[in-house]
Structures are given as C-alpha cells and as structure tokens.
C-alpha cells in the first residue's frame, strides 16, 4: 500500500523532469499560450457552474400578463329546462 502512495505523489525531482519534458514538446513560446488558454477556460467552466445553480436553486416566479385582461362578463342566466306550455285540445272540443 506504500507503493501505491509513493507511486502518486511526484515528488521535486520528478516535477523537474515533467517541466523539461513539456519545455521540450511545446517550447517556450507555447507555453504562455497553454496556461492563457487553460485559465480563459477554467474562468468559462466556472461562470457556467455559478449560472447552472443560480438557475437551479433560485425560485420560479410567475409571469405577470402584460396587459390586464377585464374578467369575462357574468351571462345572463337563461332557463332552458322550461318548456313553453303548449295548450292541448281538451276533451271537451274532441267530442
């Protein structure tokens, strides 16, 4: 489990080794360059993660209409279930 340890932890010799070998690969003018780069989109990411939680954590609110609408007007109540009487000939006239 030591090893393990060990193995993950560079220590100030291996750091120094890392550094010539990225001097080498990318130069010394591309590495200004990389760092910019990395920290334009470290500050993006960042930015991004603030607004995603605000959006999630902030409460909805409603919409207001933008024009006030008058409420419906109240309809004037008809009495369908009422049938007009209808005068039926009387047995009287039948006969």
Do not use: C, W, Y
């Not at 590495?31 to 930015?47: C, D, V, Y």
């Not at 939680?53 to 919409?63: G, S």
């Not at 006030?68 to 007007?73: F, V």
Request: net charge negative.
């Amino acid at each position: 489990m030591s090893n393990l340890i060990a193995i993950s932890m560079p220590g100030p010799t291996e750091m120094l080794l890392l550094l010539v070998i990225v001097l080498v690969l990318f130069g010394a003018k591309k590495i200004p360059e990389l760092a910019r780069s990395l920290g334009k989109a470290t500050k993006e990411f960042k930015e991004a993660k603030s607004a995603f939680n605000d959006a999630v954590h902030t409460p909805v609110e409603e919409e207001k209409p933008k024009h006030k609408i008058a409420p419906p007007a109240e309809e004037e109540k008809m009495e369908v279930d009422k049938q007009p009487e209808v005068k039926t000939s009387s047995s009287q006239d039948s006969k």
